[in-house]
């Protein structure tokens, strides 16, 4: 389990773009899959994007792909969200998750990961 704290969001205008970050402490993220959640007001958390410990084989919610790009340094313990061509409903705040598995399968559900992050938010208006 590792200690993950989330930066970067704020308040912007539909159209706009940020990166998001991820930054990971108390053990390397190397072999953990990483992933980034969402959270709107009195709604569940759902997934947006993952990415395996090599790098490989990011994968997305289909509503996000194409708009969002996952990315990880992992020299750095970092993990990032570019979010691009914002929309009022991607308002919500976004959460960094881990995992230590073996495997490169496709996790997507919150309860797949151990260590979360407390959230950053974002806000777009229009």
């Known amino acids: 389990q590792v200690q993950l704290e989330e930066s970067g969001g704020g308040s912007v205008r539909a159209g706009d773009s940020l990166r998001l970050s991820c930054a990971a402490s108390?053990?390397?993220?190397?072999?953990?899959?990483m992933a980034w959640f969402l959270q709107a007001p009195g709604k569940e958390r759902e997934f947006v994007a993952g990415?395996?410990?090599?790098?490989?084989?990011?994968y997305y919610a289909d509503s996000v792909e194409g708009r969002f790009t996952i990315s990880r340094d992992n020299s750095k313990n970092v993990v990032y969200l570019k979010v691009n061509s914002l929309t009022l409903e991607d308002t919500a705040t976004y959460y960094c998750a881990a995992e230590n598995y073996s495997s490169d399968y496709e996790y997507t559900e919150a309860a797949d990961f151990g260590s979360w992050g407390q959230g950053t938010q974002l806000t777009v208006s229009t």
């Open positions: 990415i395996t410990w090599s790098g490989k084989s990011p």
């Open positions: 108390g053990r390397a993220l190397n072999s953990y899959i």
